[in-house]
């Protein structure tokens, strides 16, 4: 049984803690041993390699170098690394290192919350995407600043909101990406404000299937 750690914390208005009891659910299904935390101390008390998959769900916030490059470290040894939305594209602004290894940062959301758009599956072939069409979300639409080396799964499409950054026209935001840190392969979704948003279907899916793929 491949063994799963999702930590959870930061900003409450993500829905920590029911967000994760929720990819946790998907990570039993996939039959995962989960330990689910909420202190990021145990990023530096746990011996990390031990884990096949670690889930950041902690937006904003601040982490201290000890807790910091365990994690870094177990990655790049081969640990898989994957999230969605701000618990892992908004978590520890300062840390540049920890943004490097996750291939993007949220930078806005025009329109904030309630926006109407579509996501855009790239390949409905690929076994992330597999089966996939093109859906609708109602939610923040992350607008984010995004790591040349990812490899993208899924778009959106800008603007759908007012805003000073209309003047550059169109462009096509990663929603889904992959990457790898070292041995360790890295997945994130920007979908999942809520945890209404995270129970969308797709959503689901694109999450169980991301972790498992990003797994050791």
């Not at 462009?171 to 995270?198: I, N, R």
């Amino acid at each position: 049984m491949k063994k799963a750690l999702i930590f959870q914390g930061g900003w409450d208005g993500h829905e920590p803690e029911e967000v994760a009891d929720i990819l946790g659910g998907l990570l039993k299904e996939a039959d995962f041993d989960v330990k689910i935390t909420d202190s990021l101390d145990t990023l530096r008390q746990d011996d990390l390699t031990q884990y096949d998959l670690i889930v950041p769900n902690w937006t904003q916030g601040t982490i201290e170098q000890e807790q910091l490059q365990p994690l870094l470290k177990a990655v790049a040894a081969g640990t898989g690394l994957a999230g969605l939305h701000g618990g892992m594209g908004d978590s520890f602004r300062m840390e540049v290192d920890y943004q490097f290894m996750v291939g993007g940062q949220w930078v806005a959301h025009p329109g904030n919350d309630g926006v109407e758009y579509q996501v855009h599956i790239l390949d409905p072939d690929h076994p992330l995407t597999e089966g996939m069409s093109d859906f609708t979300v109602v939610s923040e639409q992350y607008y984010m600043h995004v790591d040349p080396a990812v490899n993208v799964h899924a778009t959106t499409r800008f603007p759908n909101a007012e805003g000073p950054y209309q003047a550059n026209g169109e462009v096509d935001m990663p929603v889904v990406w992959t990457k790898k840190w070292g041995k360790g392969k890295v997945y994130y979704c920007s979908l999942g404000h809520v945890a209404e948003v995270v129970r969308m279907p797709e959503v689901l899916e694109l999450m169980k299937k991301g972790m498992v793929w990003a797994s050791r």
